[in-house]
């Protein structure tokens, strides 16, 4: 079997005196989808953001593509799409000021592809809008954007669907798959219920020591 | 696909000046867009020149005498006032994560905001000190000096107090802390500035302090966006 993305071993985190999980282990290969549950307060953010190198406050191991996260750095952070609980949108700039901004962070984006994109998450002819000036949902939308344009193999999506209608669920699951079927991997949290076939389930309600 | 491998550092290198420069536009474009948040150090600055011979005493000679270190005081303050924002809103949007995940160096993102902050606010300064010096009756003659030393020294205090900033972002009340972690390294700059004006006030030369001013800019600038950069990877993670 190829080797393993994203591989996590031992993993052990505390909040606050709570030990949020302990001695977790798992690996995402390419091709797969994996879904973090857990009630709220379990840890899925935290997980998410030590995942993907933002938060160090964790004991374990993670190696990307078989080197320790530490030393892959630079690699990983070019192979990584993060979607965070904030959405990553500057209120005052319009849609596409912001993806323009996510561009230049990201140099293998291509920047003609912006406009494509920001139709396709229902946002055509909001391009001038100042983001202040959009729902909730549709501000959500712009960061979701970013789906179409990245070509990053890792997605780490936090709640990717709070606030987007059906219709709109349905489109990112599809795109999901799409993504997955392509040799990404995915790791999302989201509270609505998945239908993605060859889901794979982590509960971390269970991780956690005995508190 | 290989052919895109092998073209990734060509691209990469070309790009690199753009991710600065792209980071400057858009920091510059959003300080526009938020301009009225601008404006509150310069009326700080106005504030203290035209209240302070009000309080103290309005007799020209007492003040003239007065007038550099009250500048530079105000100058200094003002700034301080603008820290605690510099990346408080994009900790709170999610932009910095953003930002800390990318590819690119962080410390270009980082110099590029500490750039577009000194344009909206030490630029600003420098251009209205001679406004303040005319206020507080300094001697023309201090009038290059206080511009210079302004120009030099105010790039400075923005980058200073950014590490602060940065440092403190993570906090939900850090103004207070911002004040406490800066003011030692900004004594410094204020000696220094302030010294620069009295020598053009007096006639000596200038050279000796512009210089240092200059040196502890570009230690500055070479220095303080790792701290910044190190300092906002701590916050977020925290």
Known sequence: MAEALLK????????????????LSFEVHAGEVLQIEGQNGSGKTTLLRILSGL???????????????????????ASLLYFGHQPGVKATLTPEENLNWYAALHPDIDVDGIADALSRVGLAGYED???????????RRVSLARL???????????E???????KGVAEKEQLILNHAARGGAVVLTTHHELTLAGLRRINLDDRAGTS | MSEMATNKPATQDRRRPGTFRAALKRDLLLAFRNRRDLVNPLVFFLMVATLFPLGVSPEPTFLAELA???????????????????????????????????????????????????????????????LLGLMLFLPSEGMPGLM???????????????????LTVGLRKGGMLISLLVLPLYIPVLIFG?????????????????????AMLALGLVLAPLAIAAALRISVSG
């Open chain 2, 194 to 214: 302030s010294g620069a004006v009295q020598a053009a006030v007096t006639g000596l030369p200038l050279a000796g302090y512009l210089a240092l001013l200059g």
């Open chain 1, 8 to 23: 996590v071993e031992k993993l052990f985190c505390e909040r606050d005196d709570r030990i949020l999980f302990d001695g």
């Open chain 2, 68 to 130: 550099p270190g009250l500048v530079w005081v105000a100058a200094l303050l003002a700034t301080l006032l603008s820290m605690d924002s510099l990346f408080r809103a994009d900790y709170e949007d999610g932009t910095l994560e953003q930002a800390l995940l990318s590819p690119q160096p962080l410390i270009l993102v980082v110099l590029a905001r500490v750039t577009a902050h000194w344009v909206m606010t030490g630029l600003p300064l420098t251009l209205m000190a001679p």
């Open chain 1, 148 to 158: 179409y344009l990245s070509r990053a193999p890792l997605w780490i999506l936090d």
């Open chain 1, 55 to 77: 938060s160090r406050n964790f004991e374990g191991d993670i190696a990307w593509r078989g080197e320790p996260l530490d030393e892959a750095m630079q690699d990983f952070r």
């Open chain 1, 129 to 139: 809008v100042p983001c202040h000036n959009l729902s909730a949902g549709q501000h």
């Open chain 2, 148 to 166: 210079l030393s302004l120009l030099l020294g105010t790039p400075t205090l923005s980058l200073i107090g950014a590490i602060g900033a940065a």
């Open chain 1, 160 to 166: 990717p669907f709070t606030a987007i209608d059906k």
